[in-house]
């Protein structure tokens, strides 16, 4: 009866398990907060981190390589790096999905106001890799 009892058990936790697994969307929307934590942290290699081998920005401009040396230039440019997103909007396809966002980006040299500020319109693209979803395409549009 126990062993009956215990196997009970175990489906009853391996299915609360599944049912608390983190929707795709969330995921997505933890990492681009996860992006947006590194650039305001000063460390582009965690944001790269985020981002696929295979990485095309702005209709082949920047490459991964190029998008990590754009961000190192930002943050030796700025002692203070701030990032503010807008309202995240997650389009899931499969294993692919298309996030829509606003970001103002400030810098400078970390007194109480910035010395530059810019937002900027993003769409970009992701892939789920393994259990991760990684950004494989961007295009970014300064607004302001």
Sequence with gaps: ???????????????????????????????????????????????????????????GQVDREGLHNLLRAQVLRNESIGVTLGPIDVELQGDRA?????ATFTGGSGGWLPERGSIYSITSGWKREGPDWKCYNANWQQKL
Excluded at 24 to 46: C, G, H, K, T, Y
């Design 98 to 102: 298309t996030v829509h966002a606003t």
């Design 1 to 59: 009866m126990h062993g009956m009892k215990r196997v009970c058990l175990i489906l009853a936790l391996l299915a609360i398990a599944c049912c608390h697994r983190t929707p795709d969307e969330q995921r997505i929307r933890d990492a681009v907060v996860a992006m947006q934590a590194a650039l305001e942290a000063r460390d582009p290699r965690s944001f790269i981190d985020h981002v696929s081998a295979d990485f095309i920005g702005n209709d």
